[in-house]
C-alpha cells in the first residue's frame, strides 16, 4: 500500500529553526508537495521536490533524497504566523497526490 | 487572478437531504480535483477533471456522489441522501493541466455539518 508518515505535532519557539521530516513508500514518483494549512483554510503551497537536494525559499527550505523516500522541511526565524498544520504529499506514478495527514506546529513566545 | 472559489463556504444540512457545492477554479486552468478533508488528515481525493472530462474517479465514492464540469469551466458536486458521516471539508483545486506533474492551487472549502 502506500503511505505517508510524518509526525502528529510539533512545539517550537518563536525566533528558533524546526524540521518537519516526512517519509514515504508509494506505487511510483513524481515529485513531493509540502502544503502549509491553517485551522479552518484550505492548504496552500510551499514547495516541490523531484530531484535529490535541497530547495530553497525564503525563510523555507524542502530537502528530498528519493533514495531514502525522505524529505523535511525546514522553517527558520520562525513567526507566530507560521503556526499552522504542515502537508506532506508525494505525487504516485499515476500523478495522484497521496497525503499525510499533517504535521500541526506550535509555536511559543 | 482570483484564485480558485468555493460556495457555498458552510452548509447545514439534516440527513437525507441533498447537497450541491460550486468550485469556480483558476481561469486558465485546465484540471480541477475535489477533496474531501476531516480534521486531523489529510485531503482525501474523490475525483478530477481534464476540461469537461471526468477522467478518475476515488473507488471510495459512493455512488451516492457526483460530479460534472460541464463546459469545462466551473464544477459542481452534488451529495445525494447525505449521512451524517458525510460531515467534512470538501475542497477543490485546480492546475494547468499542460503537464503531469503540476501543483495545485486550493480553493477555501465548503464545510459541510450534517446533522
Known amino acids: 500500500g502506500q503511505n505517508i508518515d510524518q509526525p502528529t505535532e510539533m512545539t517550537a519557539t518563536e525566533g528558533a529553526i524546526v524540521q518537519i521530516n516526512c517519509t514515504y513508500q508509494?506505487?511510483?514518483?513524481?515529485?513531493l508537495f509540502w502544503y502549509q494549512q491553517h485551522a479552518g483554510e484550505a492548504p496552500t503551497f510551499l514547495s516541490y521536490n523531484v530531484l535529490d537536494g535541497l530547495e530553497e525559499k525564503g525563510r523555507f527550505s524542502s530537502f528530498l533524497s528519493r533514495s531514502k523516500g525522505y524529505s523535511y522541511l525546514l522553517l527558520k526565524e520562525l513567526q507566530m504566523k507560521d503556526s499552522a498544520s504542515y502537508l506532506c504529499a508525494v505525487m504516485d506514478s499515476n500523478y495522484q497526490l497521496i497525503w499525510g495527514a499533517g504535521t500541526k506546529l506550535i509555536i511559543k513566545p | 487572478d482570483t484564485g480558485v472559489s468555493q460556495d457555498p463556504r458552510h452548509k447545514i444540512t439534516k440527513r437525507g437531504q441533498n447537497v450541491t457545492f460550486r468550485c469556480d477554479p483558476i481561469?486558465?486552468?485546465?484540471?480541477l480535483y475535489w477533496y474531501r478533508q476531516t480534521l486531523g488528515q489529510g485531503p482525501e481525493f474523490l475525483t478530477y477533471f481534464q476540461n469537461e472530462a471526468q477522467l478518475e474517479k476515488s473507488r471510495l465514492l459512493s455512488d451516492r456522489f457526483s460530479a460534472e464540469r460541464p463546459k469545462g469551466s466551473f464544477s459542481t458536486l452534488e451529495i445525494q441522501r447525505t449521512e451524517q458521516g458525510d460531515s467534512a471539508m470538501y475542497l477543490c483545486?485546480?492546475?494547468?493541466?499542460?503537464?503531469?506533474?503540476?501543483?495545485?492551487?486550493f480553493g477555501p472549502g465548503t464545510r459541510l455539518l450534517v446533522l
Open positions: 508509494t506505487s511510483g514518483f513524481n515529485g
Open positions: 483545486a485546480s492546475s494547468l493541466g499542460q503537464g503531469e506533474a503540476e501543483t495545485q492551487y
Open positions: 481561469s486558465e486552468h485546465n484540471r
